[in-house]
């Protein structure tokens, strides 16, 4: 079992920034990548960045490159997602993922049904 707890959500207005925290606990030696996802009232969760623990590679939604930049620290077990330039349509609630064992596949981070674990969320608002 993994825990994920998320933090560092809020309202912000357009073009502001805000860093969003996921501590993981339990599990976590056999964790293999962590990923954000948000999900806006009546939409389906999307991908938004994930990283792997070990090699540190990184990977972005079209709409998060350039503005988002992910990190995570190995030894507190988090990870953050960095958000600048903040837009209104990236309201939502911030998931994070984890994912136990490897994905060989680079395009299966992008899907939801890649992670075993997730967190309860955090609500992101970026007022216009």
């Known amino acids: 079992q993994v825990q994920l707890v998320e933090s560092g959500g809020g309202l912000v207005q357009a073009g502001g920034s805000l860093k969003l925290s996921c501590a993981a606990s339990g599990r976590t030696f056999s964790s293999y990548v962590m990923g954000w996802f948000r999900q806006a009232p009546g939409k389906e969760r999307e991908f938004v960045a994930a990283i792997t623990w070990s090699g540190g590679a990184t990977y972005y939604a079209d709409s998060a490159k350039g503005r988002f930049t992910i990190s995570r620290d190995n030894a507190q077990n988090t990870v953050d997602l960095q958000m600048s330039s903040l837009k209104p349509e990236d309201t939502g609630v911030y998931y994070c993922?984890?994912?136990?064992?490897?994905?060989?596949?680079?395009?299966?981070?992008?899907?939801?049904?890649?992670?075993?674990?997730w967190g309860q969320g955090t609500q992101v608002t970026v007022s216009s």
């Open positions: 993922g984890n994912r136990l064992g490897v994905v060989s596949l680079p395009f299966l981070l992008l899907r939801e049904s890649t992670y075993n674990y």
